[in-house]
């Protein structure tokens, strides 16, 4: 009999699709048991692993993001929604748009599934719909793009293997690019200043140098990305964070919070519960029918609180 406690889901990030293009992110899920895998780990070609237990809060949570993703679901049936009574199935191909609330996840018994992660700013440029509409959506892929081509779409990339099905999602989304996603704007320069500062710079800075008043380019920046030049900034700053917790010890979350940019460590708890509606001690905490309280310990990184 295999062990509960052995399943899981594999999600890998691919950078070597994704060079050369503008999505931050090529991903993969799928169904694994860990064996003797880790829970982090970097293959030869540069795949970013890692293995998530079905009690992990991360394979459960879809957490506040500024970007818009393209989900196409090959395996078993999807839900999302606030709350368990609220959880509505998912689109096989659905377009996320950035989220400003964590929604509860719950994927199928058997997990098979790519995605690709664009700039919101794109997001006109690729389904021909404004970033705002987006906000706090999910939305069929059919309701944007012509249904013949959403399953001509699907029929390619089922059976695949995920890698390959991957490059093939991603080839269909640059075809699909508008280009004029490659023009300089005001805005794009803001995003982009703020994505790589991971939302330390001050707004005001951010239109002064643009020549433009911060009203202004909050209206610019609202209508390219469907954030406030603010929230975008913390939701940045709340990505970093999460993958620095995960890596750090939980007693060395003070020097993080530092590091991250937070006034100290009670700032850092209190942006994170303002994202997810929990410290951080609780939301990493692994849950489930099939798991017992005394199996958890806070103690070292959040990968290791399970005994």
């Known amino acids: 009999m295999s062990d509960p406690f052995d399943l899981g889901v594999l999600y890998t990030d691919h950078p070597a699709l994704a060079a050369g293009t503008p999505f931050p992110s090529l991903w993969s899920y799928e169904s694994c048991g860990r064996g003797n895998r880790q829970p982090v780990a970097v293959t030869a070609d540069g795949r970013r692993e890692y293995w998530l237990h079905r009690s992990d809060p991360l394979l459960n949570t879809m957490l506040p993001g500024t970007h818009v993703s393209l989900v196409v679901n090959l395996g078993g049936p999807w839900a999302s929604g606030r709350s368990l009574p609220a959880t509505r199935l998912l689109p096989p191909l659905g377009v996320i748009g950035p989220f400003t609330r964590p929604q509860l996840l719950r994927v199928g018994s ?4 790519v995605g690709a992660v664009l700039p919101s700013i794109l997001a006109r440029h690729v389904f021909a719909v404004p970033a705002p509409d987006l906000v706090d959506q999910i939305v069929p892929l059919e309701d944007l793009w012509p249904r013949h081509d959403v399953a001509r779409l699907h029929d390619s990339l089922a059976g695949r293997a995920l890698p390959q099905a991957l490059a093939m999602l991603r080839d269909e989304l640059l075809r699909q690019l508008d280009p004029a996603a490659h023009m300089h704007t005001v805005e794009r320069s803001a995003v982009r200043v703020l994505t790589a500062r991971r939302g330390r710079t001050p707004i005001d800075e951010v239109a002064t140098r643009h020549g433009i008043s911060r009203q202004r380019l909050a209206r610019r920046f609202h209508q390219a990305t469907g954030l406030s030049p603010k929230l975008f900034a913390r939701t940045v700053r709340f990505q970093g ?10 007693s060395q979350w003070a020097a993080v919070a530092s590091e991250a940019g937070f006034y100290d460590q009670a700032h850092m708890i209190n942006e994170f519960r303002s994202f997810t509606g929990a ?7 692994p849950h489930g029918e099939t798991l017992a309280p005394s199996h958890v310990q806070v103690r070292g990184r959040p990968s290791e609180w399970r005994r």
Do not use: G
């Open 110 to 113: 058997h997990v098979r599934a």
């Open 279 to 285: 410290p951080p001690t609780v939301f990493f905490q």
């Open 241 to 250: 964070l999460i993958p620095a917790l995960l890596s750090s010890d939980v």
